[in-house]
């Protein structure tokens, strides 16, 4: 069975402009949820969607901002990014088991 | 001060040995205990969950938790050079509104040498 998968694996963006980072899960798995892994703060959590609707979010500011596909992909946006959002930005799928999540390999972004 | 602490290490021991990672919590709704293994440059990889206290053993990894005292443990018996990584602790409450959401611990970097 494939895993997560999530593209680009690396982007380099300048201050001020948009990103958009893709995430496809598990097959079977309508639960996805992201993160964003820094060295200072660790792995915080960002929002998670199921079936197309934001059930949860996190204290993140109003400029990371997701959505869910019917197919359970899902992609995450941020807009006039900032030299602080430079981080790795990971997606994880589950099932019904929410705390059983399969994570991506992450997308490396950086801010310049 | 964090929901989740973990001693961020770093931890090197000699192949073989017993390895032993640690986490403590603050947030007694957690419920769901996990443990991952973070290899440089790649996505964090699902070892084990549990859910009671008590141990659960996996081959050479065994996850034991204490929710009397917010503590959970992870121990690697017979340590190879393939376990160096970062491990990470993650913790869930179970429902309610915090529906996909782990808290994880900073990690801990292992190193296993020949």
């Known amino acids: 069975k494939a895993g997560v998968t999530q593209t680009p694996r690396y982007l380099i963006k300048t201050r001020g402009q948009q990103v958009t980072l893709s995430c496809s899960p598990i097959?079977?798995?309508?639960?996805v949820s992201w993160y964003q892994q820094t060295p200072g703060q660790g792995l915080q959590f960002l929002f998670e969607?199921?079936?197309?609707?934001?059930?949860n979010k996190g204290n993140f500011p109003g400029r990371f901002s997701g959505r869910q596909f019917s197919n359970s992909r899902s992609e995450m946006n941020v807009s006039t990014l900032e030299l602080g959002d430079s981080a790795l930005y990971l997606c994880?799928?589950?099932?019904?088991?929410?705390?059983?999540?399969?994570f991506g390999p992450g997308t490396r972004l950086t801010v310049t | 001060q964090k929901e989740v602490e973990q001693d961020p290490g770093p931890l090197s021991v000699p192949e073989g040995a017993i390895v032993s990672l640690n986490c403590t919590y603050s947030?007694?709704?957690?419920?769901?205990f996990m443990w991952y293994r973070q290899y440089s440059r790649k996505g964090p990889e699902l070892l084990m969950y549990?859910?009671?206290?008590g141990n659960k053993e996996d081959g050479r990894f065994t996850a034991q938790v204490d929710k009397s005292s917010k503590y959970i443990s992870l121990f690697i018996r017979d340590s190879q050079p393939s376990d160096s990584a970062t491990y990470l602790c993650?913790?869930?409450?179970?429902?309610?509104?915090?529906?996909?959401?782990?808290?994880f611990g900073q990690g801990t970097i292992l190193t296993v040498h020949p």
């Open positions: 993650a913790m869930s409450v179970a429902g309610g509104t915090s529906y996909g959401k782990l808290t």
């Open positions: 947030n007694s709704a957690f419920q769901y």
């Open positions: 097959s079977g798995h309508r639960s």
């Open positions: 994880a799928s589950s099932r019904e088991r929410y705390y059983e999540q399969y």
């Open positions: 549990t859910y009671s206290s």
């Open positions: 969607y199921f079936s197309e609707t934001q059930r």
